[in-house]
C-alpha cells in the first residue's frame, strides 16, 4: 500500500466472445439433445466482440470511446462494470467506481420520486445515509420537487429522466463510467448534464465516456480510443481519435455493398447493392417532397425457394427518422430465383434538407440475415413541400401532408 | 466524509476470465445490505399497490386456507391434534409453510424479473433472492398475529418450549433461502425449473406436516419412507415450530435429517449461485 498506481484502469489482452446462432437459455431438452447427439447439430458461431484489447486510463483523465455500432463500446463498458466477464485478459481498476450504463437502473414506476431516490441511489452503490445526505441537491437538480410524492408512472418522460439523471449526477466515485446518458431529455437538460460531467472531470475524477455525440466527446475528454470490430485501433488524443472515427466511417461508405464485410446476419440472403434511383443520381440528392426510390439487389445462397424475406430500412439523421419495410404493407416477400430486385417508393419524400443515411435490414424467416450500416447516404435539398410554397424551416423531423377542411 | 466508511477493498478491483477465487463473497454482501432493505421494501409496495383491500391480502389468504383445512380436515376427516384445537394446530403449520411457499415463489423468478437492472448494473446477485426472504417476513408477521389471535381466543398457553422458536423460525427462514437462492440460480440456466416451483408448492404443501401431525404419516410407512418424508427440510422444522409453540409431539430424531438437508441445500446453493453469478447477465 505504499505505491500509489499511476494508472486507474488498466486493461491488458481483454478478450469477449459471445456464442451466436444459439439460444443461450437452454431447456434441459436441448442439454439432453446436445448430450446425446440427437436431431442436427445447431450452428454456433463465435463472435469476438472485443478482440485482445490492451490500454490504460491515467487517474484524473477523461477518457472518451468512440467507434460504430458494433464495435465493442457497450462491451468493453459492461466488461469494466463487471456486469459481464471477460473470455481472457485482465482489468485492474483502482478507485471507487460507480458506472451509468442507463439513467434510472431500477426505478419503479409504482414507486414516488422519493422512494425512487432511494432505490436507485443505493442500486448505484450509495448507502441510504449517503443518499439522505445528497437527497436536497438531487432533488434540486431534478426540479420535480412537488412531484416527490406521486408514483413516477404519472411523470412525464422529461420529468422521468431529469430525476433519474439527477440521482446519478450526485454519485461521487472515484471512476465514473458513462454510456451515451448524455442523449436523454431536452437540450436545457442535455446542457446541465454536460455541464455536470465537465465539473465531474475537472474536479480530478476519472471519466470514461461513450457517445455519438462527439462535439460532447471533443469539449469533455483529453484523451481517447477508437474501436473497430471488437479491435483497438488506436488510443490517441480525442481530436485524433475522432478524425480516425471518422476515417474508418467513410472507408466502409465507399465500399461497394457486394463488398462490404462490416456486416452481420446469417447470410442466407443478402444485400449485393443498394441505390437511390430517384433525384439526381449520381450526386445522390433529392428534393423534399419529391418521390424517393430505393432499389435493393438481393442475392439468395440457397437453393430452397420460398423463404419469407423481410427488408427493411432505417433512414437515420444522427438518430433514427424512420424505419420501415415491405411487410408493413405487403407482408413478406417470397423469393425464387438467386437474384432479385426490389424497390420502395416513398412518394412525396417528407424530409426536411439535410443529409441523411441508411441502415438496410434483411430477415429470413424470423432470423436477422444480413445488416448493413452506412449503406446508402443522400442529401436531400430544400423545396417547396406544399402547394401553398412556404416550407417550414425546422431542422429535425419529418414533414406531414395534411389536408385541412373548413366548414 | 461517508466515503471514508466504505471498506478499502472495494477500491482496487481485478477482473479475469476465470473468476474471483473460492470465497462466496458473501462480505461483500454486508457493503450492499442498504440494497437488500431498499429492494425489500419496494416489493413490499408494490406488492399491495392499487389493491383495494392492501395488506388485509396477506391475512385472507392464510385464513381461507386455514377455514378449508378445519373444515376438511378438522371436521371431516377428524385429524387428532391432541389437546390442541385443530384450527391453531394447522396454523401454527401454516405460518411456517407459507413463509417457506412465498420465498421460494418469489425467489425462484427473482433474478429473471431482475434482468433489466443485471444487465445495467454490477451489485452482488444474491441481494435479490435475499431480498424475496425479508419481504416474507411480513406475511410470516401476520400469521404470526393469526396464532396469536387464536391463542387468546382458546385459552392456549404458549409451551414450555417457546424459548426454541426463534430456532425454528431461523431454520424456517434458512430452508427457504436454501431452496430459493437454488431455484433462482437454476431457472436463469434452465427455465424449466418456472414450472418446477409452483409444482413444488402445491405438493410441499402436502408432503409437509402443515394440516396433519407428521406421526400420521410416519406411523402408517415403513422406516425407509419415513427416511424419504424427512428429507423435506419443512418436514422437522414444520414439527419442532409447532412444538415450539403448542407443545405439540416434540420432533424426533429424523427431524435433524431435515436440518442437515437445509444445511447442505444451503451451502451447496450459494456455491452453485456463485458459479451462475458471472454469467447471469449474458443468460438472461
Redesign the interface.
Known amino acids: 500500500m505504499t505505491t500509489i498506481p499511476e494508472a486507474a484502469i488498466r486493461v491488458e489482452g481483454l478478450s469477449k466472445r ?1 456464442a451466436i446462432g444459439r439460444a ?5 431438452r436441448e ?1 439432453l439433445a446436445e448430450l446425446l447427439h440427437l436431431g442436427a447439430a445447431k450452428r454456433v458461431e463465435d463472435f469476438w466482440a472485443l478482440r485482445d484489447v490492451s490500454f490504460q486510463v491515467p487517474r484524473g483523465e477523461a477518457l472518451g470511446i468512440v467507434g460504430r455500432n458494433g464495435a465493442g463500446k457497450s462491451t468493453l463498458l ?20 460507480a ?1 451509468l ?2 439513467v434510472g ?2 426505478f ?1 414506476p ?2 414516488t420520486g422519493r ?1 425512487n431516490i ?2 436507485n441511489g ?9 443518499v439522505r ?1 445528497r437527497f436536497d441537491e438531487i432533488v434540486d437538480f431534478s426540479g420535480v420537487a412537488q412531484f416527490l410524492d406521486t408514483p413516477v408512472k404519472r411523470y412525464s418522460s422529461g420529468m422521468y429522466v431529469r430525476l433519474a439523471f439527477s440521482v446519478a449526477a450526485h454519485l ?1 466515485p472515484e471512476i465514473l463510467i458513462v454510456d451515451e446518458v448524455l442523449a436523454v431529455g431536452d437540450a436545457e437538460f442535455q446542457a446541465k448534464c454536460l455541464g455536470k460531467m465537465d465539473s465531474v472531470a475537472r474536479e480530478g475524477r476519472t471519466v470514461l465516456l461513450v457517445s455519438h455525440n462527439l462535439g460532447a466527446l471533443r469539449s469533455l475528454c483529453t484523451t481517447g480510443i477508437l474501436l473497430d470490430r471488437g479491435r483497438l485501433v488506436t488510443q490517441d488524443t480525442m481530436g485524433r481519435c475522432i478524425e480516425a472515427y471518422a476515417g474508418i466511417k467513410n472507408r466502409y461508405a465507399d465500399t461497394a455493398i457486394v463488398d462490404r464485410t462490416d456486416r452481420t446476419g446469417t447470410g442466407e440472403v443478402v444485400f449485393t447493392d443498394v441505390a437511390m434511383v430517384s433525384g439526381t443520381s449520381p450526386d445522390g440528392i433529392q428534393a423534399s417532397g419529391s418521390d424517393f426510390v430505393l432499389e435493393f439487389e438481393l442475392h439468395k445462397k440457397t437453393p430452397e425457394p420460398n423463404r419469407r424475406v423481410l427488408v427493411w430500412f432505417q433512414v437515420m439523421r444522427d438518430e433514427e427518422v424512420f424505419f420501415t419495410g415491405n411487410s408493413e404493407l405487403y407482408g413478406p416477400l417470397e423469393l425464387s430465383r438467386p437474384h432479385h430486385r426490389v424497390t420502395c417508393t416513398i412518394p412525396r419524400l417528407p424530409l426536411f434538407a439535410g443529409r441523411y443515411e441508411v441502415r438496410i435490414f434483411l430477415m429470413v424467416d424470423g432470423r436477422r440475415s444480413d445488416y448493413l450500416e452506412h449503406a446508402l447516404a443522400f442529401q436531400v435539398d430544400d423545396a417547396p413541400f406544399f402547394p401553398g410554397g412556404r416550407t417550414p424551416t425546422e431542422k429535425d423531423g419529418v414533414l406531414v401532408d395534411q389536408i385541412w377542411l373548413v366548414e | 466524509m461517508a466515503d471514508a466508511a466504505l471498506p478499502v477493498e472495494t477500491d482496487r478491483i481485478v477482473i479475469t476470465a476465470d473468476g474471483g477465487g473460492t470465497g462466496l463473497g458473501l462480505g461483500e454482501l454486508v457493503r450492499y445490505r442498504d440494497l437488500l432493505v431498499v429492494l425489500a421494501y419496494r416489493d413490499y409496495r408494490v406488492r399491495y399497490a392499487q389493491t383495494f383491500l392492501g395488506l388485509m391480502w396477506a391475512f385472507l389468504q392464510p385464513a381461507a386456507t386455514l377455514l378449508i383445512f378445519s373444515v376438511v380436515f378438522g371436521r371431516a376427516v377428524g385429524i387428532d391434534t391432541g389437546a390442541v384445537p385443530y384450527p391453531l394446530f394447522a396454523a401454527s403449520g401454516m405460518a411456517v409453510w407459507s413463509y417457506f411457499a412465498y420465498v421460494l415463489g418469489q425467489s425462484g423468478t427473482s433474478i429473471i424479473g431482475a434482468q433489466e437492472m443485471i444487465k445495467k448494473i454490477y451489485f452482488p446477485r444474491l441481494v435479490i433472492p435475499l431480498s424475496k426472504a425479508v419481504v416474507g417476513f411480513v406475511d410470516f408477521g401476520i400469521t404470526s398475529l393469526l396464532i396469536l389471535g387464536m391463542m387468546l381466543y382458546y385459552r392456549i398457553l404458549p409451551s414450555p418450549h417457546f424459548a426454541f422458536l426463534p430456532l425454528f423460525a431461523l431454520a424456517g427462514i434458512l430452508a427457504a433461502l436454501a431452496v430459493g437462492i437454488w431455484m433462482s440460480a437454476l431457472t436463469i440456466r434452465f427455465r424449466d425449473f418456472q414450472h418446477v416451483v409452483p409444482f413444488l408448492v402445491q405438493v410441499g404443501l402436502y408432503a409437509t406436516p402443515v394440516a396433519y401431525p407428521a406421526s400420521l404419516v410416519t406411523e402408517a410407512v415403513p422406516r425407509w419412507a419415513a427416511v424419504v418424508y424427512y428429507l423435506n427440510p419443512m418436514a422437522g422444522i414444520t414439527e419442532g415450530f409447532r412444538w415450539a409453540i403448542l407443545g405439540t409431539a416434540p420432533p424426533g430424531a429424523l427431524s435433524f435429517l431435515s436440518v442437515g438437508v437445509t444445511f447442505v441445500l444451503l451451502v451447496g446453493g450459494l456455491y452453485y449461485f456463485k458459479s451462475v453469478e458471472r454469467t447471469m447477465a449474458d443468460l438472461v
Do not use: A, D, N, W
Open positions: 459471445y443461450v437459455h437452454g431447456s434441459f442439454q459492461k466488461l469494466l462494470s463487471r456486469i459481464t466477464y471477460p473470455t481472457s485478459g485482465r482489468i485492474e481498476i483502482c478507485g471507487r467506481v458506472s450504463l442507463e437502473t431500477g419503479h409504482e414507486l422512494e432511494f432505490l443505493t442500486i448505484l452503490g450509495m448507502s441510504r445515509q449517503e445526505q461521487e
